[in-house]
Protein backbone atom coordinates (compact mmCIF):
# COMPACT_ATOMS: atom_id res chain seq x y z
CA UNK A 1 0.00 0.00 0.00
CA UNK A 2 1.10 3.17 -0.65
CA UNK A 3 -0.29 6.27 1.67
CA UNK A 4 0.20 10.21 -0.03
CA UNK A 5 -0.30 12.99 3.06
CA UNK A 6 -1.45 16.40 1.85
CA UNK A 7 -1.66 19.16 4.91
CA UNK A 8 -3.28 22.45 3.55
CA UNK A 9 -3.61 25.06 6.28
CA UNK A 10 -3.68 24.52 9.94
CA UNK A 11 -0.84 23.70 12.14
CA UNK A 12 2.97 22.61 10.41
CA UNK A 13 2.96 19.15 10.09
CA UNK A 14 5.47 16.86 8.51
CA UNK A 15 6.00 18.97 5.50
CA UNK A 16 6.98 22.06 7.11
CA UNK A 17 10.72 20.88 8.45
CA UNK A 18 11.09 20.05 4.26
CA UNK A 19 9.56 23.33 3.52
CA UNK A 20 11.91 25.50 5.50
CA UNK A 21 14.91 23.38 3.92
CA UNK A 22 13.66 24.04 0.47
CA UNK A 23 13.61 28.06 1.85
CA UNK A 24 9.95 28.25 0.98
CA UNK A 25 8.10 30.99 3.53
CA UNK A 26 6.44 29.70 6.54
CA UNK A 27 2.60 29.52 5.89
CA UNK A 28 3.64 29.00 2.19
CA UNK A 29 2.10 25.34 0.65
CA UNK A 30 5.34 23.16 0.03
CA UNK A 31 4.67 21.91 -3.10
CA UNK A 32 3.55 25.15 -4.58
CA UNK A 33 6.34 26.12 -7.35
CA UNK A 34 7.98 29.79 -6.90
CA UNK A 35 6.51 32.89 -7.75
CA UNK A 36 8.96 33.45 -10.59
CA UNK A 37 7.73 30.53 -12.30
CA UNK A 38 4.03 30.80 -12.03
CA UNK A 39 1.87 31.56 -15.04
CA UNK A 40 1.11 35.67 -15.32
CA UNK A 41 -2.65 36.14 -15.46
CA UNK A 42 -2.99 39.37 -14.56
CA UNK A 43 -4.27 41.46 -16.88
CA UNK A 44 -6.05 38.98 -18.86
CA UNK A 45 -9.83 38.63 -19.14
CA UNK A 46 -11.92 34.96 -18.00
CA UNK A 47 -12.03 34.58 -22.01
CA UNK A 48 -8.61 34.63 -22.22
CA UNK A 49 -7.68 32.31 -19.57
CA UNK A 50 -10.76 29.70 -19.87
CA UNK A 51 -10.59 28.93 -23.80
CA UNK A 52 -12.54 26.21 -26.22
CA UNK A 53 -11.06 24.75 -29.12
CA UNK A 54 -12.11 23.22 -32.27
CA UNK A 55 -10.62 20.08 -33.16
CA UNK A 56 -8.64 21.13 -35.73
CA UNK A 57 -6.97 24.00 -33.54
CA UNK A 58 -6.31 20.89 -31.03
CA UNK A 59 -4.87 18.85 -33.35
CA UNK A 60 -2.23 21.65 -34.81
CA UNK A 61 -1.84 22.92 -31.14
CA UNK A 62 -1.21 19.78 -29.39
CA UNK A 63 0.48 17.37 -32.43
CA UNK A 64 1.75 14.78 -30.11
CA UNK A 65 -1.76 13.21 -29.08
CA UNK A 66 -2.58 12.68 -32.31
CA UNK A 67 0.60 11.94 -34.60
CA UNK A 68 4.05 11.91 -32.44
CA UNK A 69 6.49 14.46 -31.72
CA UNK A 70 6.66 17.37 -34.03
CA UNK A 71 10.83 17.11 -32.85
CA UNK A 72 13.57 15.81 -34.67
CA UNK A 73 14.91 12.34 -33.13
CA UNK A 74 17.76 9.98 -34.60
CA UNK A 75 16.87 6.63 -34.19
CA UNK A 76 18.49 3.54 -36.39
CA UNK A 77 16.17 2.39 -39.08
CA UNK A 78 15.65 0.59 -42.39
CA UNK A 79 15.87 2.97 -45.24
CA UNK A 80 16.04 2.75 -48.90
CA UNK A 81 19.36 3.69 -50.52
CA UNK A 82 18.39 4.87 -53.72
CA UNK A 83 22.05 4.71 -55.26
CA UNK A 84 22.65 1.03 -54.49
CA UNK A 85 18.78 0.02 -55.04
CA UNK A 86 18.22 -1.48 -51.88
CA UNK A 87 17.32 -1.54 -48.23
CA UNK A 88 20.12 -0.26 -46.07
CA UNK A 89 20.53 0.10 -42.14
CA UNK A 90 21.58 3.26 -40.82
CA UNK A 91 21.15 6.02 -38.39
CA UNK A 92 18.10 8.82 -39.35
CA UNK A 93 17.11 12.18 -38.13
CA UNK A 94 13.68 12.13 -38.84
CA UNK A 95 10.20 13.66 -37.56
CA UNK A 96 7.95 11.08 -36.19
CA UNK A 97 5.31 13.32 -37.17
CA UNK A 98 5.98 13.94 -40.62
CA UNK A 99 6.48 10.24 -41.32
CA UNK A 100 3.19 9.55 -39.44
CA UNK A 101 0.99 11.62 -41.41
CA UNK A 102 2.85 9.67 -44.57
CA UNK A 103 2.25 6.96 -42.80
CA UNK A 104 -1.67 6.82 -42.82
CA UNK A 105 -2.03 7.65 -46.39
CA UNK A 106 0.33 4.58 -47.14
CA UNK A 107 -1.94 2.08 -44.70
CA UNK A 108 -4.94 3.65 -46.40
CA UNK A 109 -3.66 2.52 -49.80
CA UNK A 110 -2.37 -1.08 -48.21
CA UNK A 111 -5.74 -1.61 -46.67
CA UNK A 112 -7.79 -1.59 -50.48
CA UNK A 113 -5.76 -4.97 -51.09
CA UNK A 114 -8.46 -6.03 -48.13
CA UNK A 115 -11.46 -4.39 -49.95
CA UNK A 116 -10.10 -5.41 -53.83
CA UNK A 117 -8.19 -8.25 -54.20
CA UNK A 118 -7.61 -7.37 -57.45
CA UNK A 119 -5.54 -4.79 -56.88
CA UNK A 120 -1.70 -4.92 -57.49
CA UNK A 121 0.23 -1.90 -57.44
CA UNK A 122 1.19 1.17 -55.00
CA UNK A 123 2.88 4.11 -56.53
CA UNK A 124 4.83 6.62 -54.44
CA UNK A 125 5.81 9.20 -55.73
CA UNK A 126 8.12 11.85 -53.66
CA UNK A 127 9.23 15.60 -55.35
CA UNK A 128 11.24 17.00 -52.94
CA UNK A 129 11.86 20.00 -54.77
CA UNK A 130 8.07 20.66 -54.48
CA UNK A 131 7.35 19.62 -51.30
CA UNK A 132 5.34 16.79 -52.58
CA UNK A 133 3.93 13.73 -51.95
CA UNK A 134 1.39 11.21 -54.05
CA UNK A 135 0.48 8.08 -52.85
CA UNK A 136 -1.59 6.26 -55.56
CA UNK A 137 -3.20 2.22 -56.14
CA UNK A 138 -5.31 0.93 -58.77
CA UNK A 139 -7.58 -0.89 -56.30
CA UNK A 140 -11.58 -0.02 -55.79
CA UNK A 141 -12.27 3.68 -55.91
CA UNK A 142 -14.54 5.13 -53.35
CA UNK A 143 -18.30 5.59 -54.36
CA UNK A 144 -18.58 8.61 -55.65
CA UNK A 145 -22.17 9.02 -54.41
CA UNK A 146 -23.71 10.93 -51.78
CA UNK A 147 -23.98 9.61 -48.47
CA UNK A 148 -27.51 9.78 -47.08
CA UNK A 149 -27.41 10.63 -44.04
CA UNK A 150 -24.88 13.22 -43.47
CA UNK A 151 -25.06 14.51 -46.97
CA UNK A 152 -21.90 14.87 -48.83
CA UNK A 153 -19.97 12.63 -51.32
CA UNK A 154 -18.40 9.49 -49.59
CA UNK A 155 -14.58 10.62 -50.45
CA UNK A 156 -15.22 14.86 -48.62
CA UNK A 157 -16.77 12.30 -45.32
CA UNK A 158 -13.42 10.29 -45.85
CA UNK A 159 -10.98 12.59 -46.46
CA UNK A 160 -11.87 15.80 -45.07
CA UNK A 161 -14.35 14.98 -42.08
CA UNK A 162 -12.75 14.38 -38.88
CA UNK A 163 -14.30 11.12 -36.71
CA UNK A 164 -14.81 9.27 -40.01
CA UNK A 165 -14.32 5.59 -40.39
CA UNK A 166 -15.57 2.35 -42.36
CA UNK A 167 -14.28 0.55 -39.19
CA UNK A 168 -16.64 1.55 -36.31
CA UNK A 169 -18.13 -1.82 -36.56
CA UNK A 170 -16.51 -3.70 -33.70
CA UNK A 171 -18.63 -6.71 -34.21
CA UNK A 172 -15.99 -7.60 -37.38
CA UNK A 173 -12.55 -8.88 -37.06
CA UNK A 174 -10.17 -6.12 -37.92
CA UNK A 175 -8.09 -6.74 -40.65
CA UNK A 176 -7.39 -3.18 -41.63
CA UNK A 177 -5.57 -0.05 -40.12
CA UNK A 178 -7.40 2.62 -38.13
CA UNK A 179 -10.15 2.99 -35.78
CA UNK A 180 -10.44 6.24 -34.17
CA UNK A 181 -11.88 8.35 -37.03
CA UNK A 182 -8.87 10.65 -37.60
CA UNK A 183 -6.44 8.93 -40.21
CA UNK A 184 -5.69 10.35 -43.42
CA UNK A 185 -7.58 13.62 -41.97
CA UNK A 186 -4.23 13.68 -39.74
CA UNK A 187 -2.26 14.31 -43.25
CA UNK A 188 -5.25 16.91 -44.29
CA UNK A 189 -4.62 18.72 -41.09
CA UNK A 190 -0.99 19.35 -41.60
CA UNK A 191 -0.93 19.66 -44.61
CA UNK A 192 -0.66 22.94 -47.04
CA UNK A 193 -2.80 21.43 -49.76
CA UNK A 194 -4.07 18.15 -50.11
CA UNK A 195 -5.97 16.53 -52.98
CA UNK A 196 -8.24 13.38 -52.96
CA UNK A 197 -9.05 11.75 -56.95
CA UNK A 198 -10.70 8.25 -57.00
CA UNK A 199 -12.50 6.73 -60.20
CA UNK A 200 -15.79 4.46 -59.39
CA UNK A 201 -17.79 3.06 -61.85
CA UNK A 202 -17.33 5.01 -64.62
CA UNK A 203 -16.82 8.21 -62.77
CA UNK A 204 -14.13 10.14 -61.79
CA UNK A 205 -14.08 12.72 -58.55
CA UNK A 206 -11.72 14.96 -57.60
CA UNK A 207 -11.13 17.30 -54.62
CA UNK A 208 -8.82 19.78 -52.58
CA UNK A 209 -8.25 21.62 -49.56
CA UNK A 210 -5.64 24.11 -48.57
CA UNK A 211 -4.43 25.68 -45.59
CA UNK A 212 -4.36 22.91 -43.17
CA UNK A 213 -7.61 21.35 -43.95
CA UNK A 214 -9.49 24.91 -42.93
CA UNK A 215 -10.13 25.50 -46.57
CA UNK A 216 -12.16 22.77 -48.83
CA UNK A 217 -13.19 23.17 -52.70
CA UNK A 218 -15.58 21.99 -54.47
CA UNK A 219 -16.02 18.58 -56.07
CA UNK A 220 -15.47 18.23 -59.41
CA UNK A 221 -16.96 14.94 -61.17
CA UNK A 222 -16.43 13.37 -64.74
CA UNK A 223 -16.92 10.65 -66.35
CA UNK A 224 -13.99 8.63 -67.29
CA UNK A 225 -13.53 5.11 -68.99
CA UNK A 226 -9.96 3.82 -67.16
CA UNK A 227 -9.86 1.26 -64.48
CA UNK A 228 -10.33 2.20 -60.95
CA UNK A 229 -7.78 3.97 -58.48
CA UNK A 230 -7.47 6.51 -55.66
CA UNK A 231 -4.54 8.97 -55.69
CA UNK A 232 -3.44 11.13 -52.28
CA UNK A 233 -1.26 14.41 -53.16
CA UNK A 234 0.04 16.40 -50.63
CA UNK A 235 2.33 19.04 -49.61
CA UNK A 236 3.22 19.03 -45.68
CA UNK A 237 2.96 22.20 -43.88
CA UNK A 238 7.21 21.61 -43.34
CA UNK A 239 6.32 24.13 -40.93
CA UNK A 240 4.75 22.59 -38.51
CA UNK A 241 7.44 19.86 -38.15
CA UNK A 242 10.53 22.78 -37.83
CA UNK A 243 11.78 22.22 -41.56
CA UNK A 244 11.88 24.34 -44.65
CA UNK A 245 12.22 21.29 -47.61
CA UNK A 246 11.97 17.57 -47.36
CA UNK A 247 15.57 16.70 -46.81
CA UNK A 248 17.16 13.83 -48.50
CA UNK A 249 17.23 11.81 -45.02
CA UNK A 250 13.52 11.98 -44.79
CA UNK A 251 12.69 10.95 -48.43
CA UNK A 252 14.49 7.94 -47.98
CA UNK A 253 12.27 6.74 -45.25
Known sequence: MFSVLFLFGGRPGPAAPVARARGIPRGAHPFAPPAAEMPPKRGKTVEQIYQKKTQVEHILLRPDTYVGSVEKQDEQLWVWDAKKGEMAYRSLNYVPALYKIFDEI??????????????????????????????????????????????????????????????????QKKVTGGRNGFGAKLTNVFSKK??????????????????????????????????????????????????????????CM
Open 106 to 171: LVNAADNLQRDPKMNQIRVDIDSKKGRIKIWNNGKGLPVQIHKKHKVFVPELVFGHLLTSDNYDDS
Open 194 to 251: FVIETSDKGKKYRQEWTNNMSKKGKPVIKKCSGGNYTCVEFWPDLSKFGMKELEAARV
